[in-house]
């Protein structure tokens, strides 16, 4: 059965899931069944506003390699927009210090609705890392450190809401994601004031991380921490979450100060 015409904000949200899909894969580009899968469209559907957004230069098709890639116009709205934004400036001194410190690789994650983005990362000096996190990926609130972080911060019902998800982030991250176990975190997140995540998305990478605040009191962007396991031993732990605290308040402080004009 063909697909019913749809209008207006359908179309806008089927737009913005493809252009999400298609930037969870910002090196290697989205193939068409991929990005099928994940929207849980036909596939002429996909296809269709797929080329009507590269028409618009929204996106990029890779003939060679069949694959899916955001586009430049994409690029010129994110620069614009990121005139009003100044948190990647004021966070990049910070997961500069975090890096050198610490020797670990450090992330500048932002709440974008039910998920975090990662915005910046600074390599560390240790030479074995954790690749689970780069600029671009995207996962749920409540899964890897940033989202925890700040998933801590949020009011009580909210958190209810994200954890009722019909078992979704169980089947795709597995039973340490259950919403008893996300709970558990949350409060000892709460309690330390930093989070941490014993290798929860891949066995043997480990994160920690801290909330930033906006000007309202909410958490809106995370710094974390990710490496093996060797590297975030209880012992360490304190010191590392210690740092990411106090890189953590000043940019909340830098981000309360009046705005020059």
Not at 84 to 89: C, F, G, N, P, T
Not at 176 to 197: D, F, K, Q, W
């Amino acid at each position: 059965m063909a697909e019913k015409p749809v209008q207006g904000a359908q179309v806008v949200s089927r737009v913005a899931r493809l252009l999400r899909i298609v930037g969870r894969a910002p090196e290697t580009g989205a193939a068409l069944p991929d990005i099928v899968d994940a929207a849980g469209l036909t596939r002429p559907t996909v296809y269709r506003l797929l080329n009507s957004l590269a028409a618009e230069g929204l996106l990029d098709h890779n003939t060679e390699t069949n694959t899916w890639h955001l586009g430049p116009e994409l690029y010129v709205m994110g620069a614009v927009a990121a005139g009003r934004y100044a948190i990647e400036d004021l966070a990049r001194p910070s997961l500069q210090r975090l890096a050198d410190e610490t020797g670990e690789s450090a992330f500048l994650s932002i709440r974008r609705g039910d998920e975090t983005v990662c915005l910046l990362r600074v390599e560390g000096s240790f030479p074995v890392r954790s690749f689970v996190l780069h600029e671009g990926v995207r996962f749920p609130l409540g899964v890897a450190s940033a989202g925890l972080a700040i998933m801590a911060f949020l009011p009580e019902e909210e958190v209810d809401r994200l954890l009722d998800d019909g078992g979704a982030r169980v089947e795709r991250f597995g039973p340490a994601h259950s919403a008893e176990s996300i709970r558990a975190n949350l409060e000892a997140t709460r309690r330390a004031g930093y989070t941490v995540n014993p290798g929860l998305i891949l066995e043997g990478s480990w994160g920690m991380g801290a909330a930033v605040f906006d000007r309202n009191g909410q958490p809106a962007w995370a710094l974390s921490l990710t490496g093996i396991e060797q590297r975030f031993r209880p012992e360490r732990q304190e010191m590392l979450g210690k740092l990411l605290l106090e890189e953590a308040h000043k940019i909340t402080q830098q981000l309360k100060e009046p705005q020059s004009r």
